[in-house]
């Protein structure tokens, strides 16, 4: 079934993808915080999302005094590496030097993954529950994120929904370990079920040496064992993807914004 919305914007350098990218972020937070009073966000790790963080603690989401509410805002991750917080590989941590240590989200606000707990799948349960007493679900139900960013690999992987992982075909859990052969370690991760329920899914790709596998992911036989970014259609919400021309300089259905 395919997203309520789906669309691909190429823009001409990362720093432009950064600012459409921020000015989406903001927007999408504003409505929720106007129609519901708060806003629940997944953030994304690697580093293409540096900037885009940068850009949004300097205050460059949209124009205004205030382009996002952070007061309203809750963040969670889309997925976290097994390290401490204060690890350089922590997602968390990179959010924290770019984002979290520069605006006003109260703490109570953040919710991180608790990865410096050494048995990792007890870590994602800890999470699933957290997102369970957060969105206040049902014994079948799935969280609904305003917005959750996500990046892409080089190998087609999205959070840690790498190629082959039984992440993949995870239905009963909303968050997984799933251990990373290539990695040699395990990641935690929030599984397709959450990212497809969200009311919209942000990607963010710049940089020429993901142009093949851009390419494959969304102009390419659908193959998400091979290529999981495919995996990735909310159901009853918007799919973005906003890339820089390097990226998206093989993609045939895709015209640059305007
Ligand atoms: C992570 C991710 C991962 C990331 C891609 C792209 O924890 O690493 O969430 O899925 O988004 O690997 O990473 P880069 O932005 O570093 O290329």
Known sequence: MAPAFQACRILPGPEEAVREAAAEFARRVRTAVQERGASAVALAGGSTPRGLYERLAAGGGAPGPDPVPWGRVHLF??????????HPQSNYRMTLDTLLSKVPVP?????????E????PRAAAEYEQELRTFFRLGIDQTPRFDLILLGMGEDGHTA???????ALRDTSQLVAAPRIEKLGSRRITLTPRVFNNAA?????????EKARTLRDVLEG???PDRLPAQIIRPLQGDL????DRAAGSL???CPPAA
């Open 77 to 86: 991750w889309g997925d976290e590496r097994h390290v401490p917080p204060e």
């Open 251 to 253: 993609l045939v259905a």
């Open 200 to 208: 919209c899914v942000m990607f963010l790709v710049t940089g020429s």
């Open 160 to 166: 840690s929904l790498f190629p082959g992982s039984e």
């Open 221 to 223: 036989k659908y193959e």
């Open 117 to 120: 707990e050494p048995d990792a």
């Open 107 to 115: 703490p109570a606000n953040i919710h991180r993954i608790r990865a």
């Open 240 to 243: 973005l993807w906003i890339v």
